[in-house]
């Protein structure tokens, strides 16, 4: 089966950091990607990894370990306007070349 | 256009009525991806369409579920004998078709409401 998980919800305050765990259980991998969706809204990109490691891209970065099916968006210096789900999707191989498999998203409430 | 763009924004439909959504690509990109997201659910694929090959269908959850993509750009999902529990936000998002690392955009999404 494919199976993606992460919590449901978060809280953090102002300016501090948070991580945002994701595990997986896929028919293969091809990647995993970290959207952003704010309430009402279309989800937008933020990053991108297929190899071990950690990508950063301003105030955030995003790892992943493949051997454990595993991988964390950290969000730094947190600003009210980061408040939003935080979907995390792996690309498998299932029926489809193009077929990203979502998690049913992090909501993160950023307090002052 | 600058983005992916999505009509209706809204629509509301009677049970058993048949609706249309229907999607436009960011110019250029070959890929479009149609997926459904349901209150508190993670988004569901639903349909693929990738150039001038045949799409896949896999994630369509009936056979009233079908799509079109004419020309290659502007798609068409539509949902016949509309039931409650299509009831959802209807994305669509579009891509370079570069493959594996395709990143999607994603559009505003039709949020249909089956009363």
């Known amino acids: 089966g494919q199976n993606i998980d992460q919590p449901t919800e978060m809280t953090a305050t102002e300016g501090a950091i948070v991580q945002i765990n994701c595990t997986y259980q896929?028919?293969?991998?091809?990647?995993l990607f970290w959207y952003q969706q704010h309430a009402g809204e279309a989800p937008t990109f933020l990053s991108y990894?297929?190899?071990?490691g950690l990508e950063e891209k301003g105030r955030f970065s995003s790892f992943l370990s493949r051997s454990k099916g595993y991988s964390y968006l950290l969000l730094k210096e947190l600003q009210m306007k980061d408040s939003a789900s935080y979907l995390c999707?792996?690309?498998?191989?299932?029926?489809?070349?193009?077929?990203?498999?979502f998690g049913k998203g992090t909501k993160l409430s950023v307090k002052p | 256009g600058a983005g992916v763009s999505q009509s209706p924004s809204n629509k509301v439909t009677e049970k058993g009525k048949d609706v249309e959504l229907r999607c436009d690509p960011i110019?250029?990109?070959?890929?479009l991806y149609w997926y459904r997201q349901s209150l508190g659910q993670g988004l569901e694929f639903l349909i693929y369409?990738?150039?001038?090959?045949?799409?896949?269908k896999s994630g369509l959850p009936s056979d009233r579920f079908s799509a079109e993509r004419t020309g290659g750009s502007v798609s068409t999902l539509t949902i016949q004998r509309t039931q409650q529990e299509d009831s959802a936000v209807y994305l669509c998002?579009?891509?370079?078709?570069?493959?594996?690392?395709?990143?999607?955009?994603f559009g505003p999404g039709t949020r249909l409401t089956v009363l």
């Open positions: 998002a579009s891509g370079s078709g570069t493959g594996w690392t395709d990143t999607q955009y």
């Open positions: 896929t028919s293969g991998f091809n990647g």
């Open positions: 990894n297929v190899l071990d």
């Open positions: 999707a792996v690309m498998g191989y299932g029926g489809s070349q193009g077929n990203l498999i």
């Open positions: 110019s250029g990109h070959t890929a």
């Open positions: 369409f990738q150039g001038n090959s045949a799409p896949d």
